[in-house]
């Protein structure tokens, strides 16, 4: 920004000095004209008094008035007075208007010349301006193509003050090991006041160790599908980072999910590993199961009953349940009956046939084998949704598509969420 404003200024200071330039240069032509009006000055000079006498009658004649002598009419254009009065003296007019002319061609050239010295420094300048400018825009791209992330390196396990947390587990479960990188979940924590206030909301943190045995930085990204049997469009966690080449730190992830009693069991399905500004060197959309204690876990029922079946096959069970804040839509739940997993796309509303401009809906969400996703805000903006009818037709279909086998891919068309 700072170098367009520059560049801006200096374009404009141009513009004036190159104005100011032509003004000038225009003003030494018509100081070429400055020997005539020196000229007319010294004839002026001389011709200030009209009254001569008359040669031959001694009448003095006024001869801004007449023409010749009103007493004896004889005319008076070779009178010897009026000749003496208005004998210019050629030469020394000549020699006046010549120097002045010439001071003032010399005084407007030395203007034009300090106009055009600064315009030959604004133009250096706005040069040099736009090749800093080509300069630093090289750097800033290569640079921030390199460095525009932050290297992940050890992070505080309390990031701020407005919560605590107490140590649940140390389970050292590796869940990724490719391309010399190894992540380790180490041990897991949770916010226990958070999840006082709020149920559904309770907060966990867990301790992750990479270590990255490469000579190059990587970036590494997975995403977590589910928790303890339960899967959430926004609760999961996601890891996404870069790392130094030969890294060993200990970093944290927050998930934000259920009222867990602890994190028993994760589902890590997309896992991404590139070295920095290279292709992909390992790249997989299948799930994995990773037990992080022995002690099991209680897989949340309490609203196993909830909402409506709308879709069931020897698959999927999908339920619905309108909101009481009708403009906040639908919950929707989706179980997973098979021993596959899945990942779930929706397609857009339809209101009484008619597809609306946005919606919020499921993208690309993992539901592991025998787990239970819930969407908790399936809606669109707009006046159409937040006032249909009570017996709007509200529509959306659900495809869902095997990691592994794409045989087991199937779509359920358009279904009511009513």
Known sequence: MFFILLIIGLIIA???LTVRYLYVQAHIL???????????QSFSAKAKSHEITCDYCGYVINTAKEKRCPNCGAVYGNDKELKSRFDVNEAAVEEKADAAAKDAVLRAHEKALESLRYIKIAIIALACVFVLTVIYAVVFYSVSSHYSHK???NEELQDNSYTEYTLLDSPEVTIFDEGGVTLTVMKIYADNDNGKYDRESR?????????????EAIRLSLKCNGVNGRSRSRDSFYIAGYFKAGADVLFYENIYGEWYDSVDEIVIGKRTLSVEDADNIFESNEMETFRLNDNGYTVITDDADAGSVIFENDVIRIRSREKENRDRGYDIW????????FYIDTSDFKINGTVPGSSYILYDSGLPAHYTLHHDSVHCPGEEFENRAADAKVEISFSFSDPTDPAND???GYISLN
Do not use: C
């Not at 018509?30 to 007319?40: D, H, L, M, P, Y």
């Not at 989706?334 to 997993?341: E, P, T, V």
């Open 30 to 40: 018509s100081s070429r004209e400055f020997r005539k009006a020196a000229e007319r």
């Open 14 to 16: 141009i513009i004036v």
């Open 334 to 341: 989706i179980d997973n009956l098979s021993d596959h997993d």
């Open 203 to 215: 907060k966990f943190r867990i301790a992750f160790s990479l270590v990255n045995s490469r000579e």
């Open 151 to 153: 290297y992940r390196g």
């Open 410 to 412: 199937f779509s359920t």
